[in-house]
């Protein structure tokens, strides 16, 4: 028997959001992290006569959703690559030479590595977040993440400020607790 | 000077606490705070906490779907579902 079941019922409701911060940190763009996510759905729906059960849901759909990105990376560098064969740096030949103090890395630039460590960082937090019930991890990625106000939450949910506050307070809590199991 | 005035809650802590993250805590309610955090260990460890919580967030830079771009995503992915049912 298949250590994981296929159920794609649930699986905007659990993974859209990592699938989303996986895409985006990767594509930088949040209209086409979408459409990346919203293709990778669709993909898996197709395939999923291919699930085998051995990785779980969530792997298996990241699986499918690198090879979007490659893809929409393979399109987009063929172009990219034309154009950066026209580009000048500065067409002022009296500036010529600025361009090495101007080009040189900037020290306080994010390295590959801080990339990575956030990367790893997204993954723990939304490791966190999965466990959290359903209205406590979506009032929390409101407040926190997407940085919405109190009143328009409320507003939202159709839930009172103190309400709003309780429910924080234990998304919290959990979340503290996990990430300090888990990370910290 | 009534005790009531600058002595809260260690619950009362924990909210203030919770709503300085978003910097919604009055003047007045850090203060509050501040004083019960010389005193009381758990509430600065629950503060200490959150406070490496938020600073996780924020350093990971976690995005997530608004939630009208998530019901969109729900609706097509929905349709799809049905015609293949």
Known sequence: MPKHQIDPNNWIKLYSDYLFNYTIMRVSDREIAKDLVSETFLAGLKSMVNFKGEASERTWLISILKRKVIDHYRKINSNKGKAEVRMRYNNDTEAEGDWLEERVADPFDKTAEDTLVNSELGDAIYDCLAKLPEKQAEVFKMKTILGYDTETICNELNITPSNLWVIIHRARTALADCMKKNWF | ?85
């Open chain 2, 1 to 85: 000077m009534k005790k009531s005035f600058l002595f809260i809650s260690c619950q009362e802590a924990k909210h203030i606490c919770d709503k300085s993250q978003y910097d919604e805590a009055t003047g007045w309610e850090r203060l509050k705070l501040g004083i019960r955090l010389i005193w009381c260990k758990f509430t600065k460890s629950y503060s200490k906490n959150n406070n490496k919580l938020t600073a996780a967030m924020q350093k990971s830079e976690v995005k997530c779907l608004k939630s009208n771009e998530r019901k969109s995503l729900q609706k097509n992915f929905k349709e799809e579902l049905t015609k293949r049912q």
